[in-house]
């Protein structure tokens, strides 16, 4: 099997009920989640399905080629590039474009293409502004967004199976501090990679995403000062934090930066899918709450790239591994806050909701106070789950679920 057509069936059966439904498909992720790749594998469904090769039209405009192309340009190259067509569905073009916001104004090109063509549109793009006001303006009801995510627990463990990578001992627990350290990221998955190739790897994915859609897109002079937010951020993951705390830290270190230029770039990264943005619930006056968000990262890897593996950051990684899994699989996940105390996640999708507390190890009776009671202070009937790494965690503790990480990411029941 090619490197290129593993596939990735939750977000296959996500897409393929919209092939050649009138909407443009818009999927959005990190760089190098494996959007480029899911469209390849979109297009070999269409030829698996009778399509005409000379209809299927793929362009990657982050190429060189494209740099500095106007919408006019664009519109003019796509429409030469499509068949003679008319209303006939056998006469349908599908056009691929991938990284299309590298163009300014290709929302207006694809609302003219849409218009004037039977075509069916598929694009990707690295940053949220993707999903900016010009596309409420150009495409309001006429497009359908896909978020891809690097790799999941179940889809590492089915890659490094496939390709002969990580340690393949069938025990999924153990197998979860691989997961940990390399992350999922496809490219780091496909050959047997030391974990230092693999940063190597990711070093590439995180500085083409900070110079490229951050730096060179905002024409940012102070680098310095960004990698030095970027440092304290990733160093902080899943702590509250505020621009102001980072303002003061900075200043400690003869660093003068002012609270808005922080919130600036940390919503840059947020944009560029690099950082993604927890807000707090209360749940006693239920309203989300403006201060104190914790940040948690697209991808465990990108903090031990840029920050180096230190084992007691194995704590904030798991919640940032059970925070990204949420988001992956539909939930909208808040930090929780009842009085004083904190709960990890309380996590909602349309009527459903639950409530998480992860910990690395239960080993002594006052973590076992904490994480247990904090959960028992909430007064409702929604499931509550203690996460930890604990070899034999499992069982109902007062009808609170403990179960293993592990066991929790890969698990149907959720």
């Known amino acids: 099997m090619s490197h290129l057509t593993l596939p990735r069936p939750d977000y296959l059966a996500m897409i393929e009920p919209y092939i050649d439904a009138p ?52 519109y003019r190259q796509l429409s030469d590039a499509l068949p003679s067509t008319d209303a006939d569905d056998s006469e349908r073009a599908y056009l691929f474009l991938d990284e299309v916001q590298e163009i300014d104004g290709w929302e207006r090109v694809v609302n003219s293409l849409m218009s004037e063509s039977s075509v069916d549109i598929y694009v990707t793009g690295s940053n949220s502004r993707m999903m900016s006001s010009e596309i409420s303006t150009y495409l309001t009801g006429r497009y359908v967004a896909f978020r891809v995510f690097p790799l999941s627990f179940r889809e590492y463990l089915r890659f490094c199976d496939e390709y002969g990578t990580g340690d393949g001992d069938g025990d999924t627990h153990r197998r979860l501090g691989g997961y940990i350290r390399r992350g999922g990221f496809p490219a780091t998955c496909l050959t047997a990679y030391t974990d230092d190739q693999v940063y190597a790897i990711v070093r590439d994915i995180y500085n083409s995403t900070i110079f490229t859609d951050i730096v060179r897109r905002n024409s940012i002079r102070k680098v310095d000062q960004l990698e030095r937010i970027v440092r304290y951020t990733f160093d902080n993951i899943g702590r509250t934090f505020s621009a102001a705390g980072i303002t003061k830290y900075l200043k400690s270190q003869n660093r003068s930066i002012d609270a808005e230029t922080v919130y600036s770039y940390l919503r840059k990264l947020e944009s560029a899918y690099i950082l993604h943005r927890c807000s707090r619930y209360d749940l006693e006056g239920k309203e989300i709450l403006k201060t104190q968000e914790k940040f948690y990262l697209a991808d465990t890897s990108l903090r031990y790239a840029v920050l180096g593996y230190r084992p007691d950051s194995v704590a904030a990684m798991l919640e940032n591994l059970v925070y990204v899994e949420l988001l992956r699989r539909g939930w909208q996940p808040y930090i929780g806050k009842i009085g004083t105390a904190e709960i990890d996640f309380v996590a909602s999708k349309q009527d459903r909701v639950m409530y998480l507390q992860i910990a690395q190890t239960l080993g ?14 909430i007064r409702d009937n929604h499931p509550k789950y203690v996460l930890c790494t604990d070899e034999y965690a499992e069982g109902n503790y007062e009808g609170i679920i403990t179960m293993h990480v592990a066991d929790f990411l890969l698990s149907d029941e959720w």
Not at 58 to 64: K, N, P, V
Not at 364 to 377: A, I, M, P, V
């Open 23 to 74: 909407l443009v498909k818009i999927l959005t992720g990190v760089r190098r989640c494996g959007k480029s790749t899911l469209m390849g594998q979109i297009a070999d469904r269409l030829r698996e399905r009778g399509i005409d090769q000379r209809h299927i039209i793929r362009y990657s405009f982050d190429s060189m080629q494209y740099d500095g192309w106007s919408a006019a340009e664009l």
């Open 364 to 377: 002594d009776q006052s973590t076992r106070d904490r994480e247990y009671g904090r959960l028992l202070s």
